[in-house]
Protein backbone atom coordinates (compact mmCIF):
# COMPACT_ATOMS: atom_id res chain seq x y z
CA UNK A 1 0.00 0.00 0.00
CA UNK A 2 2.28 2.77 -0.95
CA UNK A 3 0.08 5.56 -0.02
CA UNK A 4 0.32 4.26 3.94
CA UNK A 5 4.51 3.63 3.05
CA UNK A 6 4.91 7.43 2.57
CA UNK A 7 2.76 8.24 5.49
CA UNK A 8 4.73 6.42 7.96
CA UNK A 9 7.85 8.08 6.19
CA UNK A 10 6.57 11.14 6.57
CA UNK A 11 5.31 11.06 10.42
CA UNK A 12 7.95 9.03 11.86
CA UNK A 13 10.11 12.21 12.31
CA UNK A 14 10.09 14.43 15.23
CA UNK A 15 9.58 17.73 13.52
CA UNK A 16 7.25 18.16 10.88
CA UNK A 17 6.34 21.67 9.08
CA UNK A 18 2.74 22.54 8.52
CA UNK A 19 2.23 20.72 5.05
CA UNK A 20 3.37 17.54 6.73
CA UNK A 21 0.93 17.98 9.19
CA UNK A 22 -1.32 18.64 7.31
CA UNK A 23 -0.26 15.30 4.78
CA UNK A 24 -0.45 13.49 8.27
CA UNK A 25 -3.81 14.74 9.44
CA UNK A 26 -5.12 13.87 5.62
CA UNK A 27 -3.90 10.58 5.87
CA UNK A 28 -5.49 10.04 9.07
CA UNK A 29 -8.81 11.13 7.71
CA UNK A 30 -8.25 8.15 4.37
CA UNK A 31 -7.53 5.84 7.15
CA UNK A 32 -10.77 6.28 9.11
CA UNK A 33 -12.90 6.17 5.86
CA UNK A 34 -11.16 2.92 4.82
CA UNK A 35 -12.02 1.11 7.92
CA UNK A 36 -15.68 2.48 8.24
CA UNK A 37 -16.61 1.62 4.74
CA UNK A 38 -14.52 -1.83 5.05
CA UNK A 39 -16.63 -4.77 3.98
CA UNK A 40 -18.00 -7.72 6.82
CA UNK A 41 -18.90 -10.64 6.01
CA UNK A 42 -22.76 -11.27 6.49
CA UNK A 43 -23.48 -13.04 9.91
CA UNK A 44 -25.90 -15.76 10.66
CA UNK A 45 -28.40 -15.07 12.89
CA UNK A 46 -31.53 -16.89 14.49
CA UNK A 47 -34.32 -15.51 16.90
CA UNK A 48 -35.83 -17.22 19.97
CA UNK A 49 -38.99 -16.29 21.58
CA UNK A 50 -41.29 -17.93 24.14
CA UNK A 51 -45.19 -17.92 24.46
CA UNK A 52 -48.52 -19.37 26.03
CA UNK A 53 -51.79 -20.61 24.51
CA UNK A 54 -52.97 -17.07 25.55
CA UNK A 55 -49.77 -15.03 24.30
CA UNK A 56 -50.20 -16.89 20.88
CA UNK A 57 -53.78 -15.34 20.53
CA UNK A 58 -53.28 -12.18 21.40
CA UNK A 59 -49.53 -11.26 20.10
CA UNK A 60 -47.33 -14.74 19.56
CA UNK A 61 -49.19 -15.08 16.19
CA UNK A 62 -48.85 -11.57 15.02
CA UNK A 63 -44.93 -11.99 16.03
CA UNK A 64 -44.93 -14.83 13.81
CA UNK A 65 -46.47 -13.76 11.25
CA UNK A 66 -44.53 -10.17 10.68
CA UNK A 67 -40.98 -12.07 10.89
CA UNK A 68 -41.82 -14.49 8.19
CA UNK A 69 -42.77 -11.76 6.19
CA UNK A 70 -40.01 -8.50 7.70
CA UNK A 71 -37.15 -10.47 8.45
CA UNK A 72 -34.34 -11.78 5.89
CA UNK A 73 -34.93 -14.97 4.52
CA UNK A 74 -32.13 -16.58 5.95
CA UNK A 75 -32.79 -16.24 9.40
CA UNK A 76 -34.73 -18.58 11.29
CA UNK A 77 -36.66 -18.17 14.26
CA UNK A 78 -37.10 -20.96 17.69
CA UNK A 79 -40.22 -21.14 19.15
CA UNK A 80 -40.58 -22.59 22.90
CA UNK A 81 -44.48 -22.61 22.86
CA UNK A 82 -45.96 -23.61 26.22
CA UNK A 83 -49.38 -25.64 26.21
CA UNK A 84 -50.15 -24.32 22.56
CA UNK A 85 -50.73 -25.81 19.29
CA UNK A 86 -48.78 -23.53 16.61
CA UNK A 87 -50.31 -23.53 13.51
CA UNK A 88 -48.22 -21.32 11.35
CA UNK A 89 -45.90 -23.45 9.45
CA UNK A 90 -42.26 -22.25 7.92
CA UNK A 91 -38.85 -24.28 7.08
CA UNK A 92 -37.91 -20.63 9.06
CA UNK A 93 -40.06 -21.67 12.13
CA UNK A 94 -38.76 -24.59 14.64
CA UNK A 95 -41.45 -25.27 17.13
CA UNK A 96 -40.27 -27.01 20.06
CA UNK A 97 -42.59 -27.74 22.91
CA UNK A 98 -41.79 -25.60 25.74
CA UNK A 99 -42.59 -28.13 28.94
CA UNK A 100 -40.61 -31.41 27.47
CA UNK A 101 -37.84 -29.62 25.91
CA UNK A 102 -37.31 -27.59 29.09
CA UNK A 103 -36.28 -30.57 31.89
CA UNK A 104 -34.15 -27.32 34.29
CA UNK A 105 -37.30 -25.32 33.81
CA UNK A 106 -39.15 -28.07 35.51
CA UNK A 107 -36.98 -28.41 38.07
CA UNK A 108 -37.50 -24.87 39.15
CA UNK A 109 -40.61 -24.71 38.90
CA UNK A 110 -41.44 -27.78 41.31
CA UNK A 111 -38.80 -26.44 43.76
CA UNK A 112 -40.34 -22.67 43.59
CA UNK A 113 -43.69 -22.69 42.81
CA UNK A 114 -45.32 -22.44 46.09
CA UNK A 115 -42.83 -20.22 47.01
CA UNK A 116 -44.62 -16.84 47.47
CA UNK A 117 -41.31 -14.45 46.90
CA UNK A 118 -40.60 -16.52 43.77
CA UNK A 119 -44.33 -15.35 42.78
CA UNK A 120 -44.42 -12.00 43.21
CA UNK A 121 -44.48 -11.27 46.70
CA UNK A 122 -41.99 -8.41 48.05
CA UNK A 123 -39.54 -9.38 50.26
CA UNK A 124 -39.15 -6.42 52.07
CA UNK A 125 -42.94 -6.17 52.39
CA UNK A 126 -45.03 -9.50 52.07
CA UNK A 127 -48.50 -7.52 52.02
CA UNK A 128 -46.95 -6.59 48.77
CA UNK A 129 -48.49 -9.26 45.89
CA UNK A 130 -48.53 -9.58 42.56
CA UNK A 131 -45.54 -7.24 41.85
CA UNK A 132 -43.66 -8.63 38.74
CA UNK A 133 -40.20 -7.43 40.28
CA UNK A 134 -40.41 -10.75 42.53
CA UNK A 135 -41.94 -13.29 40.06
CA UNK A 136 -38.98 -15.04 39.20
CA UNK A 137 -41.62 -18.16 38.31
CA UNK A 138 -43.40 -15.96 35.81
CA UNK A 139 -40.01 -15.00 33.98
CA UNK A 140 -37.66 -17.46 34.02
CA UNK A 141 -39.70 -19.26 31.14
CA UNK A 142 -37.65 -16.55 29.02
CA UNK A 143 -34.32 -18.12 30.94
CA UNK A 144 -34.64 -20.97 30.52
CA UNK A 145 -35.26 -21.09 26.71
CA UNK A 146 -32.36 -18.63 25.85
CA UNK A 147 -30.14 -21.08 27.51
CA UNK A 148 -31.39 -23.68 26.10
CA UNK A 149 -31.50 -21.63 22.46
CA UNK A 150 -27.45 -20.55 23.20
CA UNK A 151 -26.70 -24.17 23.40
CA UNK A 152 -28.75 -25.43 20.31
CA UNK A 153 -27.30 -22.91 18.26
CA UNK A 154 -23.84 -22.22 19.22
CA UNK A 155 -21.29 -23.74 16.17
CA UNK A 156 -24.56 -22.77 13.96
CA UNK A 157 -25.19 -19.03 13.89
CA UNK A 158 -23.03 -16.16 15.25
CA UNK A 159 -25.89 -14.21 17.04
CA UNK A 160 -28.79 -15.25 19.22
CA UNK A 161 -31.65 -13.11 19.25
CA UNK A 162 -33.90 -12.82 22.05
CA UNK A 163 -37.18 -11.42 21.06
CA UNK A 164 -40.63 -10.72 23.23
CA UNK A 165 -43.43 -12.13 21.85
CA UNK A 166 -45.24 -9.20 22.35
CA UNK A 167 -43.14 -7.98 19.25
CA UNK A 168 -44.39 -6.78 15.73
CA UNK A 169 -41.97 -6.02 13.00
CA UNK A 170 -43.75 -3.39 10.85
CA UNK A 171 -41.19 -2.74 8.26
CA UNK A 172 -38.71 -4.84 6.37
CA UNK A 173 -35.69 -5.19 8.23
CA UNK A 174 -32.26 -4.76 6.15
CA UNK A 175 -30.00 -8.07 7.10
CA UNK A 176 -27.12 -5.02 7.30
CA UNK A 177 -29.16 -3.56 10.23
CA UNK A 178 -29.40 -6.66 12.06
CA UNK A 179 -25.82 -7.14 11.81
CA UNK A 180 -24.88 -3.59 12.70
CA UNK A 181 -26.77 -4.15 15.85
CA UNK A 182 -24.85 -7.19 16.83
CA UNK A 183 -22.30 -7.79 19.39
CA UNK A 184 -19.05 -8.83 18.12
CA UNK A 185 -15.21 -9.44 19.27
CA UNK A 186 -15.63 -9.54 23.51
CA UNK A 187 -19.30 -8.01 23.41
CA UNK A 188 -20.72 -11.22 24.77
CA UNK A 189 -24.21 -9.59 24.17
CA UNK A 190 -26.12 -6.27 23.14
CA UNK A 191 -28.93 -4.76 24.99
CA UNK A 192 -30.86 -1.88 25.61
CA UNK A 193 -29.75 -0.15 28.45
CA UNK A 194 -31.25 2.72 30.07
CA UNK A 195 -31.22 4.79 32.86
CA UNK A 196 -32.61 1.61 35.03
CA UNK A 197 -32.33 -2.44 34.52
CA UNK A 198 -32.01 -2.81 31.03
CA UNK A 199 -35.36 -3.10 28.68
CA UNK A 200 -34.58 -7.10 27.54
CA UNK A 201 -37.42 -7.09 24.48
CA UNK A 202 -34.39 -7.39 22.39
CA UNK A 203 -31.23 -9.01 23.46
CA UNK A 204 -28.19 -10.03 21.21
CA UNK A 205 -25.91 -12.65 22.10
CA UNK A 206 -22.90 -13.35 20.49
CA UNK A 207 -22.37 -17.34 19.95
CA UNK A 208 -19.23 -16.66 19.16
CA UNK A 209 -17.99 -15.41 22.78
CA UNK A 210 -15.43 -17.42 24.41
CA UNK A 211 -17.45 -16.95 27.77
CA UNK A 212 -20.94 -17.42 26.50
CA UNK A 213 -21.38 -21.21 27.40
CA UNK A 214 -20.68 -19.87 30.95
CA UNK A 215 -22.99 -17.21 30.78
CA UNK A 216 -25.90 -19.65 30.12
CA UNK A 217 -24.56 -21.72 32.80
CA UNK A 218 -24.51 -18.59 35.31
CA UNK A 219 -27.94 -17.40 34.35
CA UNK A 220 -29.74 -20.52 35.11
CA UNK A 221 -27.64 -21.62 38.09
CA UNK A 222 -28.76 -18.45 40.08
CA UNK A 223 -32.49 -19.34 39.49
CA UNK A 224 -32.12 -22.75 40.27
CA UNK A 225 -29.64 -22.50 43.35
CA UNK A 226 -31.75 -19.93 44.79
CA UNK A 227 -29.40 -16.97 44.47
CA UNK A 228 -31.85 -15.10 43.05
CA UNK A 229 -33.59 -14.27 46.49
CA UNK A 230 -30.57 -12.63 47.27
CA UNK A 231 -31.19 -9.98 44.82
CA UNK A 232 -32.95 -6.83 44.75
CA UNK A 233 -35.49 -7.87 42.21
CA UNK A 234 -35.45 -11.48 40.40
CA UNK A 235 -37.32 -10.76 37.60
CA UNK A 236 -35.16 -11.99 33.62
CA UNK A 237 -33.84 -8.35 33.37
CA UNK A 238 -32.60 -7.37 36.71
CA UNK A 239 -31.23 -11.21 36.94
CA UNK A 240 -29.55 -10.36 33.50
CA UNK A 241 -28.02 -7.18 34.42
CA UNK A 242 -26.43 -8.41 37.52
CA UNK A 243 -24.74 -10.69 35.44
CA UNK A 244 -23.82 -8.35 33.12
CA UNK A 245 -22.41 -6.41 35.67
CA UNK A 246 -20.37 -8.83 37.15
CA UNK A 247 -18.26 -10.39 34.37
CA UNK A 248 -17.60 -6.65 33.53
CA UNK A 249 -16.17 -6.26 36.55
CA UNK A 250 -13.89 -9.65 36.01
CA UNK A 251 -13.13 -8.78 33.15
CA UNK A 252 -14.90 -11.89 31.70
CA UNK A 253 -16.63 -9.76 28.99
CA UNK A 254 -17.88 -6.43 27.18
CA UNK A 255 -21.56 -5.54 26.03
CA UNK A 256 -22.60 -3.45 23.13
CA UNK A 257 -25.07 -1.01 24.65
CA UNK A 258 -28.19 -0.43 22.56
CA UNK A 259 -29.97 2.44 24.14
CA UNK A 260 -28.38 5.13 26.45
CA UNK A 261 -27.58 5.39 30.41
CA UNK A 262 -29.76 8.85 30.44
CA UNK A 263 -32.79 7.06 28.80
CA UNK A 264 -35.97 5.58 30.23
CA UNK A 265 -39.75 5.08 29.40
CA UNK A 266 -40.52 2.95 26.32
CA UNK A 267 -36.58 2.95 25.21
CA UNK A 268 -37.47 0.49 21.97
CA UNK A 269 -39.34 2.13 19.64
CA UNK A 270 -37.16 4.98 20.87
CA UNK A 271 -34.10 3.71 19.92
CA UNK A 272 -32.96 2.57 16.39
CA UNK A 273 -35.11 -0.93 16.69
CA UNK A 274 -37.90 1.58 16.57
CA UNK A 275 -37.56 1.71 12.97
CA UNK A 276 -38.60 -1.46 12.36
CA UNK A 277 -40.31 -3.23 15.11
CA UNK A 278 -42.81 -1.99 17.96
CA UNK A 279 -42.64 -3.37 21.40
CA UNK A 280 -46.51 -3.89 22.50
CA UNK A 281 -45.69 -3.95 26.10
CA UNK A 282 -48.37 -3.86 29.05
CA UNK A 283 -51.88 -2.77 27.71
CA UNK A 284 -50.26 -1.95 24.24
CA UNK A 285 -51.15 -5.40 23.38
CA UNK A 286 -54.82 -5.09 23.36
CA UNK A 287 -54.50 -1.85 21.32
CA UNK A 288 -51.78 -3.28 19.09
CA UNK A 289 -49.53 -0.79 18.86
CA UNK A 290 -47.59 1.83 21.67
CA UNK A 291 -48.87 5.31 21.98
CA UNK A 292 -48.42 8.25 20.69
CA UNK A 293 -46.99 9.61 24.12
CA UNK A 294 -43.77 6.91 24.37
CA UNK A 295 -42.61 8.27 21.20
CA UNK A 296 -39.96 10.85 22.72
CA UNK A 297 -38.21 11.20 19.11
CA UNK A 298 -39.98 12.11 15.65
CA UNK A 299 -40.10 8.82 14.07
CA UNK A 300 -40.76 8.88 10.08
CA UNK A 301 -41.90 5.37 9.40
CA UNK A 302 -45.53 4.89 8.38
CA UNK A 303 -46.44 2.67 11.43
CA UNK A 304 -46.34 5.45 13.03
CA UNK A 305 -48.08 8.18 11.84
CA UNK A 306 -50.97 6.39 13.45
CA UNK A 307 -50.16 5.65 17.07
CA UNK A 308 -52.88 4.44 19.20
CA UNK A 309 -54.35 6.83 21.92
CA UNK A 310 -53.44 6.13 25.41
CA UNK A 311 -56.20 4.67 27.32
Not at 61 to 71: D, I, P
Not at 88 to 106: A, E, F, N, Q
Not at 212 to 225: N, P, S, T, V, Y
Request: hydrophobic share 35%; proline share 4%.
Amino acid sequence: MPKLDRFATTCQGSVLNWKQVKGCLSMLGFLKRRLRNRSVSPLKHTVVTTFHEKGYQVYGRKCLESFLLSWPEDVDMLVYAEDVDVDITSPRLTVLDHVPTLDKLRTFRAFYGDNPFANGTSPHNPERTGDFRWDAVRFCNKVFAITDAIRRTAGRSDQLIWLDADTVTHQTIPHAFIDRMAPRDNELAAYLNRKSYPECGWVGYNLNHAKIGLFADRFEDIFLDGSFLKLKESHDSFVFWHLVKEMKKQGEADFKYLGSDYAKGHIFINSELGQYLDHLKGDRKEAGKSYQKDLKKNRSENWWASSADAP
